[in-house]
Structure formats: structure tokens, C-alpha cells
Nanobody
Framework: VQLQASGGGLVQTGGSLRLSCAAS????????MGWFRQAPGKEREFVSV????????AYTDSVKGRFTISRDNAKNTVYLQMNDLKPEDTAVYYC???????????????WGQGTLVTVSS
């Protein structure tokens, strides 16, 4: 299975971006999907996670109320709508999958290349 994130770019403070993560294979709906990010010089961190059937969500505190995760199992795609972006959101954003509910980087795999989000002040 390969995961390919896209949709990143340069945006001003307060702007919006929508990230997409397309998965190959036929088992996308079997996995919990997560978004993570890694800023320069920092560890990769959890951003958001969504359950298989989109009934359960979680966000890191710093993005609550600004980011929304969703998925379309028919399209093998998970999304991250990012609104009211701040300079501290600047990072490479990755999607990954897990066999169980988790917010830990260690429990996720099939990491793709990521997509860079840069928020200018």
C-alpha cells in the first residue's frame, strides 16, 4: 500500500488549505487513518485521526476548531481541511494508517512522502 499526500503550498496567516491523501490498494476502509506533521528541527507529531467509518475523530489541541479530518472510502482518500492557518502550522504533513485507534506515531505505518505547508506571517 502506498500513501500519497498532496495539497500543500504557501499560504498567508489566516488562509486555508485542503490536504488529500490517496491510498492504493483495496483495503483502505480497513484502516484508521491519521495526519501527522514535522516542522524543521522537530519531531514528527500527531495532528488528527479518523476511524474506519468516520464516526470517531481526534485532534491535537493546537488545531482543534481549525482543522477538520474526513475520508471517502469509495475514493480511498483521507482529507485534512485546514482553516485559519498560523505560522506555527508550517511543516511537512504526512498521512499514515493504523490497524487500531491510536494517536501515536509508533502505531502508524505506510508513511508517504508528505506535502509541505508553509504559512507566512
Amino acid at each position: 500500500v502506498q500513501l500519497q499526500a498532496s495539497g500543500g503550498g504557501l499560504v498567508q496567516t489566516g488562509g486555508s488549505l485542503r490536504l488529500s491523501c490517496a491510498a492504493s490498494g483495496r483495503t483502505f476502509s480497513n484502516y484508521v487513518m491519521g495526519w501527522f506533521r514535522q516542522a524543521p528541527g522537530k519531531e514528527r507529531e500527531f495532528v488528527s485521526v479518523i476511524s474506519r467509518g468516520s464516526l470517531r475523530f481526534a485532534y491535537t489541541d493546537s488545531v482543534k476548531g481549525r482543522f477538520t479530518i474526513s475520508r471517502d472510502n469509495a475514493k480511498n482518500t483521507v482529507y485534512l481541511q485546514m482553516n485559519d492557518l498560523k505560522p506555527e502550522d508550517t511543516a511537512v504533513y504526512y498521512c499514515a494508517r493504523s490497524t487500531g485507534w491510536s494517536m501515536s506515531t509508533a502505531d502508524f505505518g505506510s508513511w508517504g512522502q508528505g506535502t509541505l505547508v508553509t504559512v507566512s506571517s
